[in-house]
């Protein structure tokens, strides 16, 4: 017998962490949890046009299957989750948010191979721009997903659809990818936390965009992140990073770091964005963390490197596309652009990584964190970005999202922490990066502010 009488909405809105011990305890079924996710995102999402498909009856099965005895005790059992298009699920098209796609894949990409066997119910793949490649999620393809804090307004990108699935209630925790940013991005206009592991952290088969893209989850908690990359990641701290969360951080050193990767001269931090990294520092200081404004040493190959993988990285995916004919024109301008970085050029950009590192990591000698700026403002309009050409369209990608791509170029840890909302009730947020392998910091630093500063208990409004 199942305990009667959860709110389906509480249950919904619970994150992964507690839906898993309201399975594992039997206060609800897996299949009555699946339903109720499935139920809500035929419901919702034809709004949000978060996911891209629905795999139904495929979830219905593994929800029986966990009820059924077969995933008794695994961390996710019956817990809902969502998979990115641009990472594998056996039996079903990668998309890329294009036409331009082949068949079903043949198996799960390894890290969603490693979220079932936890126990994990994969309830659809989300919305992605074509190739991934912009910070929005937009397609001819298959349509614009939308904010659930606004309609309006997309849910950032390129993992918009996860983020915006885990933000309106319709799964547990979504699976991401980031590449310049693309799962804090999206966790940042959408309220939610989200991580950038350690490059090579969690194995994947997704193309690497030349070492910039990594996997992750976009989550509701610190709690719910935890628990994803303690089923999916290698090298976990003793009894996993949800058992380590229990302990706070040792008062620690945080560097402010505001400037800006040269050239981009032009980048205006918004008011209210900066209210709010100030509001953060002003809470770490009061939680016993000495925070000192400290610029990060950008070396002037950064921005050149960064871009050349970035733009080869596309080159190379166009080229790779079953029907690369059906790809948007954008699209196909920045493929041309990216094939004009040579394999010299290339190899000059990654084999720059050291350099730039070495520089970046300065901050550490007098900081173990970096406490920096999300976006730059609000998410961009839905469809205000349509048709613009690539160099209009890239100016605009990158003013409004300029400290991501860094941490992509040097591997290291990042991550999104929810900071309150502006005055259109959009979510606000800052971002924090640590030493090379070093998510545990950042995981308690984020749960210690989780903590005195509560995100999750707010909600988007007006969906239904």
């Not at 990472?87 to 890329?96: L, P, R």
């Not at 690539?390 to 409004?400: C, P």
Request: charged residues 20%.
């Amino acid at each position: 017998m199942f305990a009667p009488v959860i709110d389906a909405e509480d249950l919904l809105f619970a994150g992964a962490a507690e839906q898993a011990r309201m399975i594992r305890e039997g206060a609800v079924s897996a299949r009555a949890l699946t339903e109720a996710t499935l139920d809500r995102i035929a419901r919702i999402d034809p709004q949000l046009n978060a996911f891209r498909v629905v795999l139904r009856e495929q979830a219905l099965a593994e929800a029986d299957a966990v009820d059924g005895g077969h995933a008794k005790g695994l961390p996710l059992a019956g817990v809902p989750i969502a998979v990115k298009d641009d990472v594998d699920v056996s039996g079903e098209v990668t998309a890329w948010g294009s036409l331009a796609h082949g068949g079903p894949r043949p198996h799960d990409d390894p890290a969603v191979a490693r979220l079932r066997a936890a126990g994990a119910v994969i309830v659809g793949k989300t919305s992605v721009p074509e190739l991934t490649i912009w910070p929005w999620a937009e397609s001819l393809a298959f349509g614009a997903a939308r904010n659930p804090w606004s309609l309006d307004h997309t849910p950032g990108g390129s993992s918009g659809g996860s983020g915006a699935a885990a933000a309106a209630g319709l799964c547990g925790v979504a699976l991401g990818s980031d590449g310049l940013g693309s799962v804090r991005i999206p966790a940042a206009f959408n309220g939610l936390f989200g991580i950038k592991p350690q490059r090579d952290r969690i194995p994947t088969r997704l193309d690497p965009w030349n070492g910039l893209s990594v996997v992750g989850p976009l989550a509701r908690t610190v709690a719910d992140a935890a628990l994803f990359l303690d089923a999916t990641a290698d090298g976990l701290p003793e009894g996993g990073f949800s058992a380590a969360l229990a302990a706070p951080p040792t008062p620690l050193r945080i560097a402010l770091a505001v400037n800006v990767p040269p050239p981009l001269v032009g980048v205006r931090l918004g008011a209210e964005q900066r209210r709010a990294l100030e509001a953060t520092a002003v809470l770490l200081r009061e939680l016993g963390h000495t925070v000192v404004e400290h610029d990060i040493d950008y070396p002037a190959a950064a921005f050149p490197s960064i871009v050349a993988r970035y733009l080869r990285s596309i080159h190379d995916c166009a080229a790779g596309m079953t029907y690369p004919e059906r790809l948007e024109r954008r699209t196909k301008g920045m493929a041309r652009l990216g094939g004009l970085i040579s394999d010299a050029r290339l190899g000059w950009a990654c084999a720059m990584e050291p350099t730039i590192a070495e520089h970046v990591n300065r901050v550490f000698d007098s900081a173990d964190v970096v406490l920096f700026p999300g976006p730059s403002g609000p998410p961009f309009r839905v469809g205000e970005l349509q048709g613009r050409g690539v160099a209009w369209t890239l100016n605009a990608a990158a003013l409004r999202v300029p400290w991501y791509g860094v941490w992509n170029a040097i591997g290291q840890p990042a991550t999104s922490v929810p900071a309150g909302f502006d005055a259109d009730g959009l979510p606000l947020a800052a971002q924090f990066a640590g030493k090379p392998g070093d998510e545990l910091t950042l995981l308690r630093l984020a749960a210690q502010l989780e903590a005195i500063r509560p995100w999750s208990q707010h909600r988007p409004g007006g969906l239904e």
